[in-house]
């Protein structure tokens, strides 16, 4: 279920996206005009194809488990190799990639210097922009179909909404969407009355990667550790609860005390031992009456006996 390449491709997207942050911090005083109109261009770059392998691999990988599931609830037994799980990851990033090729050619980015008012020609300000409207063109091309991508996503995750948590994270998906879609209402508007203000502009800009990446991984890979961890408590709860079913009852067959129930993987420590006690006590008393119907039964059978042999002699 955690399905490992699928979660590195997502870090690896994850990686590429904060990378933009190092071109982002790229001006003309630690580099040439050249080097700034590069770092410029490199900034979309690095955003679109990380938020692309990543949103496209989580689709890919939730699709994935959801064929596979639903071939089980008809009784068939479906295979989804990775080679076909990995097509949508594989479109997406051809398109974005032949779209920012073209955007690079046509109208790219260049580093400009402006100064802060007409007046004062001494101080001004860098900043990346275009010379055309090919440039709008082509951002809001690979604006909508990286949320596309995350549209895609989010579908998938809702047919997967009831599922266990241990072989999907789509409670987590949307979480994920809930937090982006903020961040990004919040943001945007930020941006745009930042335009002119540089020091104001790149901690909007930074700040908005940062929390898209972490929120990413935090949310991905936070539930997959604290399962993993649930899961060791779970098997040592479950040996505590057999030793003592032993020792009242003896012999008795694992599959009753090796198997927690699903409600008890999100109660605390405290609550879990109270209800594996309050367990164990149910099935003390519940063999308890067993035995005394058992007993019952011998002894009427007895007495039947008794009086059938009465009545021979």
Request: net charge positive; hydrophobic share 50%; charged share 20%.
């Amino acid at each position: 279920a955690g399905q490992p390449p699928f979660l590195i491709l997502i870090c690896v997207g994850t990686f590429i996206m904060a990378s933009s942050i190092i071109a982002l911090s790229i001006d003309d005083s630690i580099a040439s005009q050249e080097g700034c109109s590069m770092a410029c261009m490199a900034f979309p770059w690095l955003v679109t194809l990380g938020f692309s392998i990543t949103w496209s691999s989580l689709l890919a990988k939730i699709s994935r488990l959801n064929k596979v599931m639903n071939g089980a609830r008809a009784m068939r037994r479906v295979v989804v190799k990775e080679q076909e799980a990995s097509l949508p990851i594989i479109i997406f990033f051809l398109i974005n990639f032949v779209l920012l090729l073209c955007w690079s050619f046509i109208d790219p980015l260049k580093w400009q210097r402006e100064p802060i008012t007409e007046n004062d020609r001494a101080n001004t300000y860098g900043f990346c922009a275009s010379e055309g409207i090919a440039s709008v063109v082509f951002a809001t091309l690979l604006l909508g179909l990286d949320l596309l991508a995350l549209v895609l996503a989010c579908v998938q995750a809702y047919r997967a909404r009831k599922m266990d948590d241990e072989l999907t994270e789509s409670r987590w998906v949307g979480f994920a969407c809930a937090s982006w879609i903020q961040v990004l209402v919040i943001g945007i508007p930020v941006i745009l009355l930042t335009r002119e203000q540089p020091i104001a502009s790149y901690f909007t800009h930074t700040a908005l990667v940062f929390l898209t990446c972490t929120s990413m991984l935090v949310l991905i890979f936070l539930p997959k550790m604290l399962l993993v961890s649930g899961t060791s408590v779970r098997r040592s709860l479950s040996n505590i609860v057999s030793r003592r079913g032993r020792r009242a009852f003896g012999r008795v067959p694992s599959r009753t005390f090796a198997r927690v129930p699903y409600f008890m993987r999100r109660l605390s420590s405290v609550e879990r031992e109270t209800n594996a006690q309050e367990a164990s006590l149910a099935r003390e008393s519940l063999y308890q009456s067993r035995i005394r119907e058992l007993e019952q039964t011998l002894e009427e059978c007895a007495s039947d006996r008794s009086m059938l042999a009465k009545k021979v002699i």
